[in-house]
Nanobody, 122 residues
Framework: VQLQASGGGAVQAGDSLRLSCVASGRTFRGNTMAWFRQPPGKEREFVAAINWIGGTTRYVDSVKGRFTVSRDNAKSTVYLQMTNLKPEDTAVYYC????????????????WGQGTLVTVSS
């Protein structure tokens, strides 16, 4: 059971990035997938989540209208498209999986990826 996140990098404010998270079959099938982030020196926070069929998504207010979470179940992959990036988006981004519906509470996610670093400079 593994989650592998990728796609991070160093960009300028206003740029875009797309993060990807590939999951093993047992982790991905039927599960809600989510993205969390941990800014430097701060606690981990919820970013976005999407349910198994992709019909339900949730976002933290600070990324609404800029970030889009999606998934390709055939590829066992969840994406986070990030646009109009801001310096405050700088963080290590983690993908996570849980059975059931999307929630912003990290304690309900059972599987976690290793994180990918996003750095946004002004």
């Amino acid at each position: 059971v593994q989650l592998q996140a990728s796609g991070g990098g160093a960009v300028q404010a206003g740029d875009s990035l797309r993060l990807s998270c590939v999951a093993s079959g047992r982790t991905f099938r039927g599960n809600t997938m989510a993205w969390f982030r941990q800014p430097p020196g701060k606690e981990r926070e919820f970013v976005a989540a999407i349910n198994w069929i992709g019909g339900t998504t949730r976002y933290v207010d600070s990324v609404k209208g800029r970030f889009t979470v999606s998934r390709d179940n055939a590829k066992s992959t969840v994406y986070l498209q990030m646009t109009n990036l801001k310096p405050e988006d700088t963080a290590v981004y983690y993908c996570a999986a849980r059975p059931g519906n999307p929630t912003q509470y990290s304690k309900y996610y059972l599987s976690w990826g290793q994180g990918t670093l996003v750095t946004v400079s002004s």
